[in-house]
C-alpha cells in the first residue's frame, strides 16, 4: 500500500491552477459540463467532470485497487449552497501493473454530481461553479499528479438542457452503474472460509453472462491482484477470491461489472452484499482475462483478415460488380486466351481491386487522423460522387447494351483485344470493380473494417488489402485454375446476348443512383445528374456510330460531353433534405436518432432498436425493404415497448460520426438493440424476421 501513500501525497502537493471550463494538462484533458447554463431554482443541477487522458496514460476509480489515487474535488458555490457530498464514477477496468492490480480509465470518462439550487433564487441570478480537481495520471512506467480548477459561470433560469451539455450529461449517466436491488428473502450475500471470501448476487437473466468481475469499493476486504472464480449457481453469480481480512464484518460495497454475450460494452450494478450463507460453486464462467475491461477488439489479425477476404468475396453478387465479373471472367474461358495470359490478367485485375481498396482505406484512416470521424464509404455522402457514380455506371450500362465498345469492362469477347491491351484493361477493370463496390457492405466486413480504424496503420491497411483480394479471389481463381476455365463455356454469339442482360441491374443501379441523388441534393440536384446522364449517353452515342464507320462530326460528342460536366458542376452541395420523416418502413415508427434521446430512453429502461443506415447503402435498403417491413416486427416492437432510432449517415451527419467511432464502426448499416435490463446486443448486417422479434 505504500505506493497509494505516495500517490495520496503526490496529489496534495499538486499545484493550483487557473479557473477555466476546460484545463489541457500534459497528460490529461479536464473538462467541466453542466447540463443547463441556466439551471432552474429548487432543481438539482447535474455536473460532470470530464478526465480524457492521453493515449498511454489512465486515471484511477474511487477504489483504486493496489496503488493509484482517487480523484479530489474541493467545490466553491455561491453562498448556501451545499457542495456534493460524492462524485459518482463510471465503470472502470482492470489493468494489472508489475503483479498489482489497478482498476482505472483508460479512456476518456466522466465523473457525475448533482448540485442542489436553492429555490428562492431569482432568474437572472450568478451562480457560477467552481471545483478543484486533483488526480493522478499513470503509464505503465511513471505516475504524475495533475490538477486543475474549472469554472463556469451560470446564470438561474428555466433549466433548459443544453444542446451540448445535455446530450453529454445524459451519456454520462448512461455510463454509471445501475442500482441492484434484491428481495429481502433473497439478498446478495457474502460469507469467509479460511482465506477465501464468496459472493452470490442473483442476477436475473444469467444465460448470457460471459464474464463478470467484482470491485469491492473499500479497501481491505480482497486480494485485488487474486484471480476471482466466476460461476453460475441457478440465478445467482458465485465470485470467489482470496480474502484479505477474513475478520471484516458487516456489508460489503462494490460494483459488480457484467459482460454478457452478444453485447459489446460491458455493463456496471451498485450493490451492497451482507453477510449470509453462500451456495458452493457451480458451473464456470468464461471469463475474460483480467485487464481486458470488455473493450477489446476481440479478434486477432488473422481472423480479422479472414473477415475482411470473406466480405470482398461476397461483395462479388451485388448487382453493381458481378456483371463486371462475369463479363471479364469470360474472357479467360477456354480458347481464348492463353495460360500464361489468363494469369497476367488475372494479377493485373487483382493489382486494380487490392490498390483502389487500400488506397481508400488509406485515405479514412488519414482523414481520421486528421481529427475527421469519417468511415467506409464517406465518399458517398458528396453528391458529387453520386453524380460521378450516376455517370460511370451509365456509360458501363451502355457499353454492355451494345451502343460502343470499349475493352475496359467486357474485354475482347473473344477478339483479339486483349492480346493488345488486356493487362492494362484487366487493371483498370478491378479498379472500377472495387469502387463501384464501395456503397456495398455485407456479412463479415462490419467486424473487420470496424477492427481496421482501431488497429495499427501497417494492420489496418492490411485489413483493407484483405478486403481486395477477397473481391479480386474469383477472377483470379478463373485466372490460375485451368480446370475452371475449362469449365467455362467457348465465347460466341451467345456472349452478345449475356451482355445486353447484364446490361439490366446496372442500368437498374444507375436508376438507384438518380434517387439518391435526389435524396441528398433534392430534385434540383437528380435533374442536373439526369441531364448529364443525358449529355453522355448523347456522347456515347456519337461515339458508337463513329465505332460502326457511320459519319458524324465533332459538334454533337462535343456539346453531349460539356452538358456533362456542366451537370456536376452545378449539382447543389447544400440542399435540404428530402424528407423531414426517417426512412423506416411503414408499421415501424421510428425517430431521429440523437445521442441524448438514446441516453433518456436506456436511463428510463426503455428497450431500443436503433439502426444506421444510408440511402446509398444497398444493404440497409435491403433491410429495410425485407426482413424491417415485416408486420410481424412491427407487432413484436409494439407489444414490448421498443423504441425505434434511425440515424440517417447519407449526407454526412458529425453526431452520428462520432457515435460510429466511439462504437469502432467502419460505416454503415449497423443494427444495435439495448435492453430494458440495461444490456446491449450487436446485430448482424443482413436482419431476419426471426433475429428481430425474439429481441
Known amino acids: 500500500?505504500?505506493?497509494?501513500?505516495?500517490?495520496?501525497?503526490?496529489?496534495?502537493?499538486?499545484?493550483?491552477?487557473?479557473?477555466?471550463?476546460?484545463?489541457?494538462?500534459?497528460?490529461?484533458?479536464?473538462?467541466?459540463?453542466?447540463?443547463?447554463?441556466?439551471?432552474?431554482?429548487?432543481?438539482?443541477?447535474?455536473?460532470?467532470?470530464?478526465?480524457?487522458?492521453?493515449?498511454?496514460?489512465?486515471?484511477?476509480?474511487?477504489?483504486?485497487?493496489?496503488?493509484?489515487?482517487?480523484?479530489?474535488?474541493?467545490?466553491?458555490?455561491?453562498?448556501?449552497?451545499?457542495?456534493?457530498?460524492?462524485?459518482?464514477?463510471?465503470?472502470?477496468?482492470?489493468?494489472?501493473?508489475?503483479?498489482?492490480?489497478?482498476?482505472?480509465?483508460?479512456?476518456?470518462?466522466?465523473?457525475?454530481?448533482?448540485?442542489?439550487?436553492?429555490?428562492?433564487?431569482?432568474?437572472?441570478?450568478p451562480f457560477p461553479v467552481q471545483v478543484k480537481v486533483d488526480w493522478l495520471v499513470c503509464s505503465l512506467e511513471q505516475c504524475v499528479p495533475e490538477g486543475a480548477t474549472l469554472k463556469l459561470d451560470l446564470v438561474i433560469g428555466d433549466g433548459a438542457r443544453d444542446a451540448d451539455g445535455g446530450p453529454r450529461i445524459a451519456l454520462a449517466r448512461a455510463a454509471l452503474p445501475r442500482t441492484l436491488t434484491f428481495t429481502p428473502d433473497r439478498p446478495a450475500r457474502w460469507a469467509v472460509a479460511g482465506n477465501r471470501i464468496a459472493l452470490a448476487v442473483p442476477v436475473g437473466s444469467i444465460e448470457k453472462v460471459k464474464a463478470a468481475y467484482f470491485f469491492p469499493e473499500d479497501d481491505g476486504i480482497i486480494n485485488y491482484a487474486a484471480p476471482q472464480a466466476i460461476t453460475r449457481v441457478g440465478d445467482q453469480l458465485r465470485i470467489e477470491t482470496e480474502a484479505l481480512n477474513p475478520a471484516h464484518d458487516g456489508p460489503i460495497k462494490g460494483l459488480l461489472r457484467i459482460e454478457r454475450?452478444?453485447?459489446?460494452?460491458?455493463?456496471?450494478?451498485?450493490?451492497?452484499?451482507?453477510?449470509?450463507?453462500?451456495?458452493?460453486?457451480?458451473?464456470?464462467?468464461?471469463?475474460?482475462a483480467p485487464g481486458s475491461g470488455g473493450n477489446d477488439a476481440g479478434l486477432g489479425l488473422p481472423l480479422i483478415l479472414l473477415a475482411a477476404v470473406a466480405g470482398g468475396i461476397i461483395l462479388n453478387v451485388m448487382p453493381c460488380v458481378f456483371p463486371i465479373l462475369s463479363l471479364k471472367a469470360l474472357t479467360l474461358a477456354k480458347g481464348n486466351v492463353d495460360a500464361p495470359r489468363a494469369r497476367a490478367d488475372a494479377l493485373a485485375y487483382t493489382a486494380g481491386v487490392v490498390l483502389v481498396c487500400t488506397a481508400l482505406g488509406g485515405l479514412v484512416l488519414g482523414l481520421r487522423a486528421a481529427g475527421s470521424q469519417v468511415g467506409w464509404a464517406f465518399q458517398l455522402q458528396d453528391p458529387r460522387v453520386i453524380a460521378g457514380l450516376l455517370l460511370l455506371v451509365?456509360?458501363?450500362?451502355?457499353?454492355?447494351?451494345?451502343?460502343?465498345e470499349i475493352n475496359l469492362t467486357t474485354g475482347n469477347l473473344g477478339q483479339d483485344a486483349v492480346a493488345k491491351g488486356g493487362t492494362l484493361g484487366s487493371f483498370a477493370t478491378g479498379a472500377l470493380a472495387a469502387f463501384v463496390a464501395t456503397p456495398c457492405t455485407g456479412p463479415f466486413m462490419a467486424g473487420a473494417l470496424g477492427a481496421a480504424l482501431i488497429l495499427p496503420p501497417v494492420a489496418a491497411l492490411s485489413v483493407f488489402a484483405g478486403l481486395g483480394f477477397g473481391l479480386a479471389l474469383p477472377f483470379l481463381l478463373v485466372g490460375f485454375v485451368p480446370a475452371l476455365r475449362r469449365r467455362l463455356p467457348k465465347p460466341g454469339a451467345w456472349m452478345g446476348r449475356l451482355r445486353a442482360i447484364l446490361s439490366?441491374?446496372?442500368?437498374?443501379?444507375?436508376?438507384?443512383?438518380?434517387?439518391?441523388?435526389?435524396?441528398?441534393?433534392?430534385?434540383?440536384?437528380?435533374?442536373?445528374?439526369?441531364?448529364?446522364?443525358?449529355?453522355?449517353?448523347?456522347?456515347?452515342?456519337?461515339?458508337?456510330?463513329?465505332?460502326?464507320?457511320?459519319?458524324?462530326?465533332?459538334?454533337?460528342?462535343?456539346?453531349?460531353?460539356?452538358?456533362?460536366?456542366?451537370?456536376?458542376?452545378?449539382?447543389?452541395?447544400?440542399?435540404?433534405?428530402?424528407?423531414?420523416?426517417?426512412?423506416?418502413?411503414?408499421?415501424?415508427?421510428?425517430?431521429?436518432?440523437?445521442?441524448?434521446?438514446?441516453?433518456?430512453?436506456?436511463?428510463?429502461?426503455?428497450?431500443?432498436?436503433?439502426?444506421?443506415?444510408?440511402?446509398?447503402?444497398?444493404?440497409?435498403?435491403?433491410?429495410?425493404?425485407?426482413?424491417?417491413?415485416?408486420?410481424?416486427?412491427?407487432?413484436?416492437?409494439?407489444?414490448?415497448?421498443?423504441?425505434?432510432?434511425?440515424?440517417?449517415w447519407t449526407r454526412g451527419d458529425p453526431v452520428i460520426s462520432d457515435w460510429l467511432s466511439a462504437e469502432k464502426r467502419a460505416g454503415v448499416p449497423v443494427y444495435v438493440f439495448y435492453g430494458a435490463d440495461g444490456g446491449k446486443q450487436d446485430l448482424p448486417q443482413l436482419l431476419s424476421v426471426d433475429a428481430l422479434v425474439s429481441l
Not at 459489446?264 to 453462500?278: C, H, Q, R, Y
Request: a neutral charge.
Open 1 to 125: 500500500m505504500i505506493r497509494r501513500l505516495l500517490a495520496f501525497l503526490a496529489l496534495l502537493v499538486a499545484a493550483p491552477l487557473a479557473a477555466q471550463a476546460v484545463s489541457d494538462q500534459p497528460h490529461t484533458t479536464a473538462e467541466l459540463i453542466a447540463e443547463s447554463s441556466r439551471p432552474a431554482p429548487g432543481k438539482p443541477l447535474t455536473i460532470g467532470i470530464q478526465l480524457s487522458p492521453k493515449a498511454g496514460w489512465h486515471t484511477y476509480w474511487r477504489n483504486p485497487g493496489d496503488a493509484g489515487a482517487p480523484t479530489r474535488t474541493e467545490w466553491t458555490l455561491p453562498a448556501g449552497v451545499t457542495a456534493p457530498a460524492d462524485l459518482t464514477y463510471p465503470v472502470p477496468g482492470t489493468l494489472i501493473v508489475s503483479g498489482l492490480m489497478n482498476y482505472v480509465y483508460e479512456h476518456p470518462n466522466v465523473l457525475v454530481a448533482d448540485i442542489p439550487v436553492p429555490a428562492d433564487l431569482k432568474p437572472g441570478t
Open 504 to 648: 439490366v441491374p446496372m442500368f437498374l443501379t444507375a436508376l438507384a443512383l438518380a434517387w439518391v441523388l435526389g435524396r441528398q441534393a433534392g430534385v434540383e440536384g437528380m435533374t442536373l445528374g439526369l441531364a448529364g446522364a443525358l449529355g453522355l449517353g448523347l456522347l456515347l452515342w456519337w461515339l458508337g456510330r463513329r465505332q460502326h464507320g457511320g459519319r458524324s462530326g465533332w459538334l454533337p460528342g462535343g456539346v453531349a460531353l460539356a452538358i456533362s460536366i456542366a451537370a456536376i458542376a452545378f449539382i447543389p452541395m447544400n440542399a435540404p433534405a428530402a424528407e423531414a420523416g426517417t426512412s423506416a418502413p411503414e408499421g415501424l415508427v421510428a425517430e431521429r436518432f440523437t445521442p441524448e434521446r438514446l441516453a433518456e430512453l436506456r436511463a428510463a429502461r426503455t428497450p431500443v432498436f436503433l439502426y444506421m443506415t444510408a440511402d446509398w447503402c444497398l444493404t440497409c435498403k435491403v433491410n429495410e425493404k425485407g426482413a424491417m417491413a415485416d408486420a410481424r416486427v412491427a407487432e413484436a416492437f409494439k407489444a414490448k415497448g421498443v423504441v425505434v432510432l434511425e440515424g440517417d
Open 261 to 288: 454475450a452478444g453485447e459489446s460494452e460491458p455493463v456496471g450494478f451498485a450493490l451492497s452484499v451482507v453477510k449470509g450463507d453462500v451456495p458452493a460453486a457451480g458451473a464456470a464462467l468464461d471469463a475474460a
Open 394 to 404: 451509365t456509360a458501363i450500362a451502355f457499353n454492355l447494351a451494345g451502343l460502343f
